[in-house]
């Protein structure tokens, strides 16, 4: 009978939503806010359910590193920033494996103020002061150096406290382009200058999505309907209702303001954080190995790996994404 229902699901006699749903644990990098935001509306519009999925987010934040509980096998998947973490997991033999890339771009932002003489990206590395966090100066940064011309004389700690740059309109600061922008207009009473790093170089995918190697090999097809139920849910966020989506981060994350998740949205749009590139052709998710490749390629030259630390074959599968999904559904929302 299990072999009946089985094939009746696949063919399509029963929808998977009549079936036993499988329990899914999903893990984020940081509290709920909109760059989360279409996992949430998976969950809450049905999207995961009628792919047969029960998923559980957990949250995130400055003092919760949920890294290890994927190789743990404590969680299913994991939302990550960007391929830097999956290069360092196979560098190290760490059995994850990259299966979607959300963001086309990533966020990381260098943010000025207006009217300094910073509205170029090549003026930014005149700048007497930087705001940088420590985890950032030893990685981007480095690329930023090497690539661009900054200098370490300028490293100031950033602590995730807009006081300093506020005070100092020569300082620098980086940021999520699609938050920090947000909050340095709310305390600052101005709109900084933002300046993307995937705009000039830094061409990293963000937000990928990441599983056990082991998943991959035994599960594949519970892999397909999370990436594809996830699309889906980011479709209906971006382009569709997303009240009841925000209800729930706002729920989860009471610090931030239903204002400040809508600013992120249209800054996520207006950047083509999501759509933009690859995934207007082959869907949100979307990526090319090329890219990856070319990505690390810069990393060796700024000094983060060397030549052959990373077996690249085993950083991500395009064998889930660059299918299209959800691009009927985007243009029907009118989406891009």
């Avoid at 029960?54 to 404590?74: K, M, T, Y």
């Avoid at 509205?119 to 007497?128: G, H, K, M």
């Avoid at 963000?206 to 479709?235: M, N």
């Avoid at 009841?244 to 729920?251: D, G, I, P, S, Y």
Wanted: hydrophobic share 40%; charged share 20%; glycine share 8%.
């Amino acid at each position: 009978m299990r072999v009946l229902a089985y094939l009746s699901c696949l063919l399509g006699l029963i929808p998977l939503s009549a079936q036993a749903a499988d329990s899914v644990t999903f893990a984020t990098n940081w509290k709920a806010q909109a760059a989360h935001g279409g996992f949430y509306q998976a969950v809450v519009d049905g999207t995961y359910a009628r792919y047969g999925l029960d998923v559980r987010i957990i949250q995130g934040g400055p003092s919760v590193n949920n890294r290890p509980l994927l190789p743990a096998g404590r969680i299913d998947f994991l939302m990550t920033g960007n391929l830097l973490h999956s290069f360092d997991n196979i560098r190290n033999g760490v059995p994850t494996v990259v299966v979607a890339a959300i963001f086309q771009k990533d966020p990381q932002a260098l943010i000025a103020h207006p009217g300094q003489g910073y509205q170029t990206f090549e003026s930014l590395r005149t700048a007497p002061v930087v705001f940088i966090a420590k985890d950032a100066q030893f990685t981007w940064w480095q690329w930023l150096k090497v690539t661009h011309g900054f200098r370490d004389e300028s490293l100031r700690p950033y602590n995730y406290n807009l006081a300093p740059f506020l005070a100092n309109p020569k300082a620098l600061q980086q940021g999520y382009s699609v938050a920090e922008p947000i909050y340095v207009q709310n305390q600052g009473k101005f709109k900084p200058v933002v300046h993307l790093l995937a705009d000039h170089g830094f061409s990293t995918y963000s937000t990928v999505i990441e599983t056990r190697a082991d998943t991959v090999q035994k599960r594949p097809q519970l892999v397909q309907r999370f990436v594809d139920a996830s699309i889906e849910g980011w479709v209906n966020y971006l382009y569709g209702d997303r009240k009841a989506a925000n209800a729930v981060m706002l729920r989860d994350n009471p610090e931030m303001s239903l204002a400040e998740i809508e600013a992120s949205v249209a800054l996520m749009k207006a950047q083509g954080i999501v759509d933009s590139g690859e995934s207007l052709l082959d869907g949100i998710g979307a990526m090319r190995s090329a890219r990856i490749a070319d990505f690390y390629q810069q990393m060796v030259k700024a000094g983060l790996y060397k030549p052959g630390d990373v077996d690249l074959t085993k950083v991500a599968t395009l064998q889930f994404v660059n299918r299209k999904v959800g691009n009927d559904l985007r243009k029907r929302l009118g989406g891009p």
